[in-house]
T-cell receptor, first 113, second 116 residues
Framework: SQQGEEDPQALSIQEGENATMNCSYKTSINNLQWYRQNSGRGLVHLIL?????REKHSGRLRVTLDTSKKSSSLLITASRAADTASYFCATDSDDTNAGKSTFGDGTTLTVKP | ETGVTQSPTHLIKTRGQQVTLRCSSQSGHNTVSWYQQALGQGPQFIFQYYREEENGRGNFPPRFSGLQFPNYSSELNVNALELDDSALYLC???????????????FGPGTRLTVL
């Protein structure tokens, strides 16, 4: 079963608006990552937040992590049509090797021009 | 810096056949992880190879097996293919070992496998 669950499953907004996606997970983690995937292709790494961090920014992206609630959010500000994609959160619990990640089923974001 | 590559891009097989998928890791990376992504779902972890040894396995049957070579490239083999094996197979490479759990993993473009 998937550890992460994204909410909402689908999101449709106008260009220029902000998009917020949420992720919940079940067990303790070392880090949480957000990925973007276009049309069933490979995943593009967006941002990694460590378990001892609460917020991280990268360009128009802002990620928060609340380990007490086992949840994270991804905010995309001033969205563009090119942001249309599926977004996944993934968690790593292993202490020595990244990559045994547990993914949710993603949020499909549609940004209308 | 060379990114993660996978071959082939697409593959069509029939039920019962065997398939081998290949992945070349990013330069400097010693760890390769394989994932299966069914349509409309998130990737599921199959297994990971670190320095040529299996280093963790997800909930997949033994007919899913793998190899990692001295140059850290990797193969995923699936025997006795079933219709449900139709999926996008992704590999990801990272730098493992020691306290490096904060390191990112970089994904290849995937191999689309269709089982008829």
């Amino acid at each position: 079963s998937q550890q992460g669950e994204e909410d909402p499953q689908a999101l449709s907004i106008q260009e220029g608006e902000n998009a917020t996606m949420n992720c919940s997970y079940k067990t303790s983690i070392n880090n949480l990552q957000w990925y973007r995937q276009n049309s069933g292709r490979g995943l593009v790494h967006l941002i990694l937040i460590r378990s001892n961090e609460r917020e991280k920014h990268s360009g128009r992206l802002r990620v928060t992590l609340d380990t007490s609630k086992k949840s994270s959010s991804l905010l995309i500000t001033a969205s563009r049509a090119a942001d249309t994609a599926s977004y996944f959160c993934a968690t790593d619990s292993d202490d020595t090797n990244a990559g045994k990640s547990t993914f949710g089923d993603g949020t499909t974001l549609t940004v209308k021009p | 810096e060379t990114g993660v590559t996978q071959s082939p891009t697409h593959l069509i097989k029939t039920r019962g056949q065997q398939v081998t998928l290949r992945c070349s890791s990013q330069s400097g990376h010693n760890t390769v992880s394989w994932y299966q992504q069914a349509l409309g779902q998130g990737p599921q972890f199959i297994f990971q190879y670190y320095r040529e040894e299996e280093n963790g396995r997800g909930n997949f049957p033994p007919r899913f097996s793998g190899l990692q070579f001295p140059n850290y490239s990797s193969e995923l083999n699936v025997n006795a293919l079933e219709l449900d094996d139709s999926a996008l197979y992704l590999c990801a490479s990272s730098l493992g070992g020691g306290r490096v759990s904060y390191n990112e993993q970089f994904f290849g473009p995937g191999t689309r496998l269709t089982v008829l």
